[in-house]
């Protein structure tokens, strides 16, 4: 059985981010066959197209990383409505020069949990709107917008029996989408 590995982006750049929390404890509900990594974004400069030509070592190794990953997990927190500017960079970096980007055809979902009572619904929305421009394939349903609630997580930094459920409802349909576009 072969490893089916997944670039996980978290939009968030806080050392006790909500989002990289759900993301680590979304993996956990992943099959053994699958492989979830953090991919590393707080290093890239911000995006300039006079820098395409020259990339430094941080955007050479996004891209890799995103190229060599058979699918894409985002786990994005809401700021003033949608996407954070370092996850937007990201994006921008792994899609230049154009006609370069490391993210066509990659199969994704987009997850986020925010304090707010929506969630990350409009952050969401936006991402799924640029992801679309990229050709990346985006689990549709069902959508996950988490308000953050103390005992969403357990002590183990798992997700906690009260989401557990439904959430691991919504990684089922991820690894069913992601190995309908690898197969």
């Known amino acids: 059985m072969s490893t089916v590995k ?36 707080g290093d890239l400069p911000l995006y300039n197209q006079d820098d395409d030509a020259n990339p430094t ?12 990953a058979q699918g894409l997990l985002f786990v994005t927190p809401e700021y003033n409505r949608s996407v954070p500017g370092v996850l937007k960079n990201a994006i921008d970096h792994a899609s230049r020069p154009y006609g370069q980007s490391a993210w066509a055809g990659k199969p994704a979902a987009v997850i986020g949990v925010s ?13 799924r709107n640029v ?34 459920e439904f959430l691991q409802g919504w990684m ?9 576009h690898t197969s």
Do not use: C
């Open 6 to 41: 997944i670039a996980v982006i978290v939009g968030s750049l806080r050392a006790d981010s909500f989002n990289r929390k759900l993301a680590r404890a979304i993996a956990k509900l992943a099959p053994a066959d699958f492989s979830f990594h953090q991919v590393e974004i």
């Open 57 to 68: 070592a941080a955007v050479v190794r996004l891209k890799s990383e995103i190229k060599s």
């Open 115 to 127: 304090v707010g009572s929506t969630g990350t619904a409009l952050a969401q929305q936006h991402l």
């Open 131 to 164: 992801l679309s421009y990229l050709d990346v394939p985006t689990l549709g349903q069902p959508e996950v917008f988490i308000q953050m609630k103390d005992g969403l997580f357990d002590a183990e930094g798992s997700i906690s029996e009260g989401s557990k």
């Open 172 to 180: 089922n349909k991820y690894v069913e989408w992601i190995k309908m």
